[in-house]
């Protein structure tokens, strides 16, 4: 068993004494529905990070498309598609059992995130699925999320991380191949490093709709 923390904070009420209180006017700025604003990032917007639960975990997981591939279909619902991953379902099958899902917009050089929390359900509404094409492209199915909290989150962590400053990347050649990395933690012997490179990049360059 792992020795407590004599330094964890245990209660909320600890937790709030320990910093300053948000400012009322950003929780003025959190709304129920979507502004005009937030139309307009979610149009800037190439990816979104989707969190959703189980009785028996968390998830997180990135959806990507074209700007704007999360479509809004009324001031309180929008919906993102599913495309070809690597076929575990994690966040549909999340889904579909708690119902609900926390989504974390990005667009790029803008020092603000775009955050939307709601009720979610899964999808085959053709009315739906058609918003969604993508490349030519109908996807098979799809996450319609009720808007329940909608609001802009300071990007201090943007500014922290350099991410939009290309000069401030990290140095990456020292990082193996995902062939390599496959290999490695999956103990993969029946193909080479080579061959599961080939076949991951595959998939990047033919398989993403």
């Known amino acids: 068993m792992a020795e407590a923390d004599p330094y964890q904070i245990t209660t909320i009420d600890a937790l709030r004494a320990h910093y300053d209180a948000p400012s009322p006017l950003l929780q003025r700025s959190k709304l129920d529905f979507l502004h005009d604003h937030m139309l307009h990032y979610m149009r800037l917007a190439p990816i979104v990070c989707i969190a959703s639960e189980t009785d028996g975990g968390l998830d997180a997981s990135p959806r990507g ?3 704007g591939f999360v479509k809004p279909l ?3 619902t ?3 598609a599913d495309w070809p991953g690597n076929n575990k379902m994690e966040t549909f099958s999340n889904v579909i ?8 917009f990005m667009a790029p050089r803008l020092d603000v995130f775009m955050r939307i929390n709601g009720p979610a359900i899964v999808t085959r509404d053709p009315a739906v699925l058609d918003r969604l094409v993508e490349q030519g492209k109908t996807p098979k199915a799809a996450v319609k999320v009720t808007v329940n909290e909608a609001y802009f989150h ?3 962590a943007f500014r922290r991380s350099g991410l939009w400053k290309p000069d401030a ?3 990456t050649a020292s990082f193996p191949s ?11 012997t029946e193909l080479s490093v ?5 076949f991951y990049n595959h998939g990047l360059e033919h398989e993403l709709y």
């Open 154 to 156: 300071c990007g201090k």
């Open 65 to 67: 498309g074209e700007p």
């Open 194 to 198: 080579e061959q599961l490179d080939t």
């Open 178 to 188: 995902v062939g390599k990395v496959l290999s490695d933690m999956a103990k993969i």
């Open 97 to 104: 059992t708690s119902g609900r899902v926390g989504m974390l």
């Open 169 to 171: 990347w990290p140095d």
């Open 74 to 76: 009324d001031r309180k």
């Open 78 to 80: 929008l919906a993102f």
